[in-house]
């Protein structure tokens, strides 16, 4: 019993032994390495660490322009929950499946549709450097030095299975199963939705944009445009803010009631205000808050539910704005 006892001290002791050996190299080495090497390691971590929280759990983003308002203000600084719909498994390749997909009304962030790249090694530089700096540093930036809309931030108001047109500016949708159209306001009361809209242009500036259109298809095809027509028209000098989507609308109404046989504008013009455009399976339509000053799905059509990157959370500066996104 006691030879049992002295070999397992003895191991005990050489165990022990070998530890602070160990121990005590690691410390001199530590105490020799360069203070430089030192802090680059520290440095290197840390942005490791960075980088694997932005890419796969929460990034940090800024508001970049109005088109959220009031919910985000230019300049908003703001954590995107990036887990929650599947995070891509490097910058702009890869996305995994999430938890769930998105629903009517969240906060959504997805690559701007119409956005141009520089190319694969670029997109993931941009990228590392963006999140690296919490947003700080964008070096994709246009002719002008302005950052470039590489990701929108926006508000899912339609989903796929609905129809929707647009009415004086005014959101109108048809849902899945349903026979009418509704306006966005019954609508949100109806699903309890709370998010909030804001509008810039004046109701009486919306014969002035069917004015203008249809003189704008007159004088495209050659034709005429009456005096009474072009006094209408002449009121867009005094409007400040414009509705583009409505005085397409009325120009594509025009040219096909000049020419019949016109299919595309035809075509247009119903989907525009009258049938409406469905948003097919797997797909949703994203709209800002701000709709007079907002560059979305109006434009360029419905985006894959599978390239929304994230749901915004949080907005966390300046100080005074610090909350919850709803």
């Known amino acids: 019993m006691d030879t049992i006892y002295l070999k397992l001290q003895s191991a005990t002791e050489k165990l022990l032994t070998a530890r602070r050996v160990r121990n005590y190299r690691k410390k001199k080495k530590q105490q020799a390495k ?5 802090w680059i ?16 759990f929460f990034q940090a983003y800024q508001i970049p322009s109005g088109s959220m308002k009031d919910t985000l203000l230019i300049k908003d600084r703001i954590f995107v929950n990036k887990m929650i719909f599947g995070p891509e498994l490097l910058p702009g390749m890869a996305k995994v499946p999430g938890f769930r997909e998105s629903e009517r009304g969240e906060v959504i962030i997805f690559e701007n549709p119409v956005y141009l790249s520089r190319g694969p090694v670029f997109d993931i530089l941009q990228r590392v450097i963006y999140m690296l700096t919490l947003s700080m540093v964008d070096i994709d930036k246009d002719e002008n030095g302005n950052p470039k809309a590489h990701f ?11 129809i929707f047109r ?3 500016g005014n959101l109108e949708v048809k849902a899945r199963g349903e026979s009418d159209f509704l306006p966005e306001a019954e609508f949100k009361e109806i699903s309890g939705l709370t ?4 509008r810039l242009v004046a109701p009486g500036d919306y014969p002035v944009f069917r004015s203008y259109g249809e ?5 495209e095809s050659g034709l005429p445009i009456s005096a009474e027509l072009r006094s209408s028209a002449s009121g867009m000098e005094d409007v400040f ?3 583009p989507l409505e005085i397409d609308q009325w120009r594509q109404k025009k040219k096909y009631e000049i020419l019949p046989s016109d299919r595309e504008s035809g075509a247009r013009w119903r989907r525009s205000g009258v049938t409406g455009r469905y948003v097919p399976e797997g797909w949703v339509l994203p709209m800002g808050d701000n709709r007079d000053n907002s560059n979305d799905g109006r434009y360029f059509g419905p985006i894959p539910q599978n390239r929304i990157l994230g749901k ?8 005074n704005r610090v909350g919850v996104i709803r």
Do not use: C, H, S, T
């Not at 390691?41 to 796969?56: D, R, S």
């Not at 929108?152 to 609905?162: A, S, T």
């Open 312 to 319: 915004a959370m949080f907005k966390y500066w300046p100080a």
């Open 241 to 243: 803010y414009r509705d």
């Open 166 to 168: 647009q009415y004086q």
């Open 215 to 219: 003189a704008y298809a007159l004088q």
């Open 41 to 56: 390691e520290a440095f290197l971590w840390a942005a490791m660490v960075v980088l694997l929280i932005n890419q796969y």
């Open 34 to 38: 360069n203070p430089v090497v030192d």
């Open 195 to 198: 998010y909030g809209n804001k």
């Open 152 to 162: 929108l931030i926006k508000r899912q108001v339609v989903q796929d299975g609905d």
